[in-house]
């Protein structure tokens, strides 16, 4: 008996076993890439912060650097309590889109790395927010006075191009270099990103993105809560040692191409990241 194709029946069946074959597909070749989008996110991600402390190295090399120049790491708390201290294994795993949504009162960790280059101790705060459309996030490193920012990257799932989205530009993260987030006194200001135009420029403050005032308001939120965590962290270290001044160091143009402090709730938007953008 032949089968009538314009049936009601012919239809719903090729359509069940269409369904069928492409998860079949779809399944078979995560399983196969799965292994290799796993290694491409922590390569990417190791590149990413060291690209903070402006080591900037091959996907095939950064493990490596990775390892050689990342002597410790740790976790804090919103409190400034240290946790996970030494587990730089533990504090790599930290997926901050998680523990950003964890409820008021349950803990928060926020992920610190030390690094070591040439001789000089830099603090690599991951870092995660929001902004207009979406998340925002980067990695800002600090000298050894706890202070001074030494080199900042950023970068965006969502926002408007020529506006919002221009946070992640060298051009824009430059003039991070040489701030400061605690003022004179030692008291705790963070960096303010703030309309051009609207206040003198200071050691505490940057511009915000022209057209992009929801993005900067994002930014300006996400640096005030994790810099005042590593803030409250810093002043148990400074009591307990001598001052120590910061380094005069020029600005410089980087940006990272992908969300490395998201990595297990991306993977399907890193891996298409890895194919259209390149590290800077």
């Not at 799932?157 to 051009?171: C, D, M, Q, R, V």
């Not at 993260?173 to 030692?186: C, P, S």
């Not at 993005?215 to 994790?226: A, R, V, Y």
């Amino acid at each position: 008996m032949a089968l009538n194709k314009e049936s009601n029946g012919y239809v719903i069946m090729f359509s069940v076993i269409l369904v069928l074959v492409t998860a079949v597909a779809l399944v078979t070749v995560f399983s196969f890439t799965r292994d290799t989008v796993s290694n491409n996110q922590k390569l990417e991600k190791m590149q990413n912060i060291l690209q903070a402390g402006r080591i900037n190295v091959e996907r095939n090399q950064a493990e490596a650097e990775y390892k050689k120049s990342i002597i410790d790491a740790f976790a804090l708390t919103e409190k400034g309590e240290v946790k996970m201290k030494g587990e730089i294994d533990n504090v790599f795993n930290i997926d901050l889109a998680s523990e950003l949504k964890k409820k008021e009162g349950e803990e928060k960790l926020f992920p610190v790395f030390v690094c070591n280059k040439n001789d000089s101790t830099f603090y690599i705060l991951g870092m995660r927010g929001k902004g207009l459309w979406d998340a925002i996030w980067g990695y800002v490193a600090l000298q050894k006075d706890m202070n001074t920012i030494y080199n900042a990257v950023f970068d965006h799932k969502g926002e408007t191009p020529g506006l919002g989205a221009e946070i992640k530009e060298g051009w824009y993260t430059a003039q991070f270099t040489g701030k400061k987030i605690a003022d004179e006194k030692g008291e705790f200001v963070s960096v303010s990103v703030i309309k051009k135009g609207t206040a003198p420029a200071s050691d505490y403050n940057v511009d915000g993105v022209s057209g992009g005032t929801l993005t900067s308001n994002g930014l300006h939120d996400m640096l005030k809560l994790f810099f005042s965590a590593f803030y409250e962290y810093a002043k148990t270290q400074k009591n307990a040692a001598p001052e120590v001044k910061a380094e005069t160091v020029p600005a410089t143009n980087d940006s990272i191409p992908a969300d490395s402090l998201a990595l297990d709730t991306q993977a399907t938007d890193s891996l298409n990241n890895n194919t259209t953008t390149t590290n800077h």
